[in-house]
């Protein structure tokens, strides 16, 4: 009788343990279809999510050319988004700025665009030395830069400011990766391009080497060239003083009878002499947009975004002969499509303003023959703080000069020069009409 017992007790007990384990295995089995499921989602919701952001940073770029094709007086301002794994890399090079406001726009400039203010959200530990607490200091910084010497400031995309001003459009390096965009660049300076730049252009033979003969080089510049600076008139451009020498792509009214077209080459540019400075200016440059690919990839073809536009729509029209004669002397890499610069002396601004260009402005200060030339350039950020920059030769920044209140406060040095390149919106909108003008007529 016991043994039957013993027997059907572990009958019962194998039965149960089947059971215990088929509830286990089915339960198993549910769960790992939920989280199947659950991950299937999540990445179906990835997917969009990448999908949504790489098409909404295509309408940002491609929203850009539709205002060379617009009857409206909106002209864009790209600003560069910075992805995560960058910034991860140079945090403690960056200052983070959010919560723009802009003042003080003057109703009688056209292209004034007031001035801007931000609250200051971190600095990195490298780069506190460049913070000022007086607007009116001319004291030079500590220089201290940091272990990579080089400073970038950030906002953030989503500030609400940014977001809806027409003026704004938003590019990317990249816009197929996984990477978010989070920032976007107001400003890149790297205290010595030639710790960074790569692939060191090769010398040509030009009378122009990389040094800049102070005295003798701008005396011979005045004979083939006049300065665009009104040093007559206090109120030019934001109180401008010195002298600026500028070659490339400039408004032209008088062309508008001969072939409708209201763009040009600034006078001087034809002159034989010219080209070997436009050489010049482009191999400088070459180096600095070299140097700022180095710390943050590709940036160089797109700091000049609007002027690609300029070239592609040029090319189907006369206007063509303006863009392709500079460049073909400027011997520039076709991305990073320059189409004017300027060799500035002794330049210096009153004001602090923002002013509605069409591209990010660059400077670079070149070796020179005076050991002492030096620029001091200031960016308000708000009523209480300044970044400014001492600029000594080999240095070179770039900047939003729609989003970043500035000045050139000082130089140092006899006939101190520098090197920029912009693209200002009267240049953009001259260029638009006569590109309307054209189409309208071949219709």
Known sequence: MSSILTNNTIGISIHNNKKDMHETIQTQKIN??????????????????????????????????????????ISPHPLLLIGSKIIDKIRENCIFLSDMTRTNK????????????????????????FMKNNMNTSNTIDEDYGDKNFLAILAKTADSNLQSDRHIHFVTTNSTDDDTYEHVLLLLYISNIQRHFKNKPANT?????????????????????????????????YGSQGYCFSFGLRNDFKKIKDDLISVGLYAGDDHESSAKYIQFIGRHLNKCFN??????????????????????????????????????NFNQSKSQSVTTANININATTRDIHCEKDTT??????????DDKARIVFQFKINSETTVQLDVKPNGAFTYSGYCLAHRQLQTFGENCMNISTYSAKSVFSNFRQSLLRIKKLEK
């Open 291 to 328: 140097s700022f690919d180095s710390i943050i990839s590709s940036m160089s073809s797109y700091i000049n975004f609007t002027c690609k536009s300029f070239k592609c729509e040029a090319k189907k029209t006369n206007i063509n002969k303006y863009v392709s004669t500079f460049n073909n």
């Open 32 to 73: 790992r279809e939920q989280k199947r499921k659950k991950k299937e989602e999540r990445n179906n919701g990835e997917k969009k999510e990448k999908k949504k952001k790489y098409y909404n940073k295509r309408k940002k770029v491609r929203s850009l050319y539709t205002c060379i094709s617009s009857k409206n007086n």
């Open 106 to 129: 003057k109703p009688n400039m056209n292209s004034d665009g007031g001035i801007t203010s931000f609250v200051i959200t971190y600095v990195g530990k490298n780069v506190t030395s």
């Open 205 to 237: 033979p030009l009378e122009y080497t990389s040094t800049w003969d102070n005295h003798n080089d701008f005396i011979h510049l005045k004979k083939i060239k006049q300065s665009t600076i009104k040093n007559n008139n206090p109120e030019h451009h």
């Open 360 to 369: 990010y402005t660059t400077i670079i200060v070149p070796e020179q023959k």
